[in-house]
């Protein structure tokens, strides 16, 4: 009858090892229930380091979250960190695919970075609670102009206090093979900053996760910082050449990176 007990411990290793279904809904399964659980941890440990929300605490959430990847079978292979090495405010824009995004860019995290997030993001239980004491700004997605004013004020924000932000341009989560057309608030934000775009490219996770065909292999992920572009003396007359600027060379490095051929993209909004 006790070895009853034991029926877990084999099914579980049986059905990883031969349904790769299985495999995917684990893994997902485990990174949302441990994310919230690092989340929990952290929470006490913003409080009485910082007293409450602060970007300071952008560095707890850094430590914590770096070792999620060996668990989920992650590689990062990172180049291009002298181009971080950039005194002061900046904005840094990259391709956004997944939540698994989340990793990578804990591995390169500036100090006094956080980033622009969807406001739903405030709800998901302790992972929303952690995002606000860091410092996370939440903008509303649905009313443009309230999320323009936000990052209007966050201009002056990262000015006054010495802040970096990370922006996901293509506003929202994408594994189309290739980059959305950019979102113009990344570069309306360094414009009134007048602070330069560090451009950061994460190769396609097509080799390792597939959300339709619900396969979550063990994989490596390609992060290339680029040079810095600079916005002095840029006005808001200046930001869709930016914009498109940024575009092209995230794209073309995307495709070199995911070992895609150029094709002409789709849709474009700029
Ligand atoms: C320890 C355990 C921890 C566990 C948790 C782990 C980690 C937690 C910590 C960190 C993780 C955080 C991860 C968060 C990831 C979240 C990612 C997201 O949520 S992505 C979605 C949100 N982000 C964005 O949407 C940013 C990009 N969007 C924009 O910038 C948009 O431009 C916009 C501001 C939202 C407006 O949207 P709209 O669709 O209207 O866009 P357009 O670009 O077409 O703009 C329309 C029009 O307005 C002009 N414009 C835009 N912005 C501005 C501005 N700031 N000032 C002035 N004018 C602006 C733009 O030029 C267009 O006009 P025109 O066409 O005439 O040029
Ligand atoms: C009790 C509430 C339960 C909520 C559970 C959800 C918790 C999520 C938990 C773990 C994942 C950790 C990573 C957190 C940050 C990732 C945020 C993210 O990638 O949001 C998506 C957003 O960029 C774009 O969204 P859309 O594709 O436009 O939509």
């Not at 959305?180 to 451009?199: D, E, R, S, T």
């Not at 002409?264 to 909004?269: K, T």
């Amino acid at each position: 009858m006790e070895v009853l007990w034991l029926l877990p411990l084999l099914v579980v290793p049986i059905l990883f090892w031969t349904s790769t279904t299985f495999v995917f809904y684990f893994k997902k399964c485990f990174y949302v229930a441990y994310m919230m659980l690092l989340a929990m941890i952290s929470i006490p440990m913003c409080i009485v380091k910082s007293g409450g929300r602060d970007i300071e605490n952008m560095r707890i959430i850094r430590f914590m979250v770096r070792h999620v990847k060996y668990f989920l079978g992650l590689r990062f292979e990172i180049s291009g960190w002298e181009h971080l090495q950039t005194g002061g405010p900046y904005v840094i824009i990259s391709n956004h695919q997944s939540s698994i995004d989340v990793l990578g860019m804990m591995e390169v995290l500036p100090d006094r970075c956080t980033t622009i997030a969807k406001k739903e993001l405030l709800w998901a239980g302790t992972v929303g609670m952690v995002c606000w004491l860091g410092g996370i700004v939440f903008i509303n997605r649905k009313k443009t102009s309230d999320a323009k004013s936000v990052m209007t004020d966050t201009a002056k924000i990262m000015l006054h206090d010495k802040i970096r932000l990370w922006v996901f341009p293509e506003g929202t989560r994408n594994q189309k093979g290739d980059i959305l057309p950019f979102k113009k608030g990344a570069f309306h934000l360094a414009v009134q900053a007048q602070a330069p775009i560090i451009p950061i490219v994460f190769s396609s996770y097509s080799n390792f996760y597939l959300r339709k065909e619900k396969e979550f292999k063990s994989g490596t992920i390609t992060l290339k910082i680029l040079p810095k572009i600079e916005t002095k003396g840029l006005t808001s007359e200046d930001v869709s050449s930016l914009c498109d600027r940024s575009y092209d060379v995230m794209r073309s490095v995307f495709l070199e990176i995911s070992g895609q051929t150029s094709q002409s993209n789709g849709p474009s909004n700029h």
